[in-house]
């Protein structure tokens, strides 16, 4: 194993603002290690919506900071009081306390995973996030049956592709809109049973909608579009149906009158995020390990990845934001 190095490089956000504040810098001090933690040497950093959210400053943190919640890599150093890791192990985590954007990341272990053969560190960088949100919203949010109608929004995107790979293996219908005939195209590969233009005018999308499901509407709604999307949630949505809104990609929504939950339908209103499912560090070993078994499986396959240089991270967060990428995208770590 390699010395571990005083100074790395890193995209470092000294004010918030549009991409161009992702500044590489390569004299970023390498993180010490407090009491249960590992460091790891990233390889492949997921890239996310959040990312984008606090580089903004839509969601608010200390600067200067380092954005990125997840990564695959190796154990570079392991402080003396963590048991289950050792350096030169191939881990993935998921860390909301951010700081991935980089070539090293001091992590809590509870906030780790050892990669089995076969789950390359590529492959946990484009999975663990957006997977573990798909998993825990059709268990937790709105638990999934065969029986459903379910609508996923922006169905050829991160968590979309995912939701779509899994609703499908429980064997309920899925609605998947999306913005372009390719992106269409890739929300039906995904397993989306009907899709929608996301571009149509929303009276055009709730009466396609209805007209699909019979008049019934959808008995599930995951929607990670927001304020663009969400008064169409409440239109196409069942009797008794859960509405899950889990994103800002177009703006938060605004704040909702209960009595629109009423209207002779008795809705469920939910706004999830991941890392309060995860909390308990069981919680985050049950999900991560079934997330696993559903890769092995092939029920997730992670078909369609863009892969950046970290250095170039701007050009990742323009094709998220400017509705041009499809899937997951990563940032390659220069080693
Ligand atoms: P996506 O890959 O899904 O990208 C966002 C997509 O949203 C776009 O490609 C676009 O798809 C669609 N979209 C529709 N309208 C707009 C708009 N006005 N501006 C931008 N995009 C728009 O991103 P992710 O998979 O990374 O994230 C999806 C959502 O899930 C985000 O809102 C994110 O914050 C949320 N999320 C929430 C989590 C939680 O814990 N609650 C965890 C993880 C993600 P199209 O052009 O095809 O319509």
Known sequence: MASVPKAMGGILIEKTGDSSV????????????????????????????????????????????ITGAEAGGIVAAVHESVCGFKPGDRVGYLDPA???????????????????EGVTTHTAAASLLQGLTALTLIREAHHVKPTDWILVTAAAGGVGSILCEMISSVGAKIIGTAGTPEKMEQA?????????????????????????????????????????????????????????????ASGLVPPVDVMRLAGGKNLKLCRPTLFAYLAEPEEFEQYSTELI????????????????????????????EGRKSTGKLLLQVPQ
Request: glycine letters at 8%.
């Open 22 to 65: 992702l500044q590489w810098k390569t004299d970023i001090p390498v993180p010490e290690l407090a009491d249960g933690q590992i460091l790891v040497k990233n390889e492949w950093v997921g890239v996310n919506y959040i990312d984008t959210y606090f580089r903004a400053g839509l969601y608010k943190a200390p600067l200067p900071m």
């Open 98 to 116: 951010r700081g991935a954007y980089a070539q090293y990341k001091a992590v809590a272990a509870s906030k780790a995973i050892t990669l089995p």
């Open 188 to 248: 039906r590969k995904n397993g989306a049973n009907y899709v929608i233009s996301s571009r149509d005018p929303p009276e055009k999308i709730v009466s396609e909608i209805m007209k699909i499901t019979g008049g019934h509407g959808c008995d599930g709604i995951f929607d990670g579009v927001g304020k663009a999307t969400f008064d169409i949630d409440i239109e196409v949505a069942a009797r008794k149906a859960t509405v899950c809104t889990y994103g800002n």
């Open 293 to 320: 078994d559903m890769l092995k499986k092939g029920i997730v396959k992670l078909a369609n990845t863009t892969d950046y240089k970290l250095e170039d991270a701007k050009s990742a967060h323009d094709d998220l």
